[in-house]
């Protein structure tokens, strides 16, 4: 792996929120086994000292903040039950230079979560706002990549290449 010198289960399935993802446990064709049962089992087995990652917040649109706080309130205290660190993200944001935090107002919930929970918190809305809006020319934010589309005229601004990740993990 190339940030960390362990071992990582992946769990997330393309799409989901954590309403989907809680309440839909069957096995999809981008999702086998990426289940909140399969995460649920995974914890309790999991070794002292393991963290489990949440993110949400770019697919979803249309829950209440009161149903997605109850959700996301879920995995902690479930992680938090079987000894595992919870650690909140926040979604990143779009690569363009505006600053705009498009996938308002998730990232916002997750900071409260995390003040509210005393867990901890990881900001990729801040750090990829940080990175974006240093270039000076919207030009240069192709460094960033095209995931999804890559040599079509359609360019994805949400969605980072390998060499996207790499620079806003940096």
């Not at 867990?119 to 990729?124: A, K, S, T």
């Amino acid at each position: 792996n190339t940030y960390v010198d362990t071992k990582v289960h992946n769990f997330a399935r393309l799409g989901s929120n954590p309403v989907t993802f809680q309440d839909d446990n069957s096995n999809h064709l981008l999702g086998i086994n990426q289940t909140w049962e399969a995460t649920k089992t995974a914890m309790q087995t999991a070794p002292k000292g393991s963290f489990l990652l949440i993110q949400y917040g770019g697919n979803s649109k249309g829950i209440s903040e009161r149903e997605f706080k109850r959700r996301i309130e879920i995995f902690i205290n479930s992680a938090k039950g079987f000894g595992v660190t919870p650690v909140l993200i926040t979604s990143l944001d779009g690569h363009t230079n505006d600053n705009r935090e498009g996938r308002h107002p998730y990232p916002q919930h997750i900071r409260q979560l995390a003040t509210a929970n005393d867990v901890l918190l990881l900001d990729l809305m801040k750090k990829s706002n940080e990175e974006f809006s240093g270039v000076p020319d919207p030009v240069l934010l192709d460094r960033f990549g095209d995931c999804f589309h890559q040599g079509k005229s359609k360019v994805d601004d949400v969605h980072l290449s390998p060499n996207g990740a790499d620079i806003v993990a940096g």
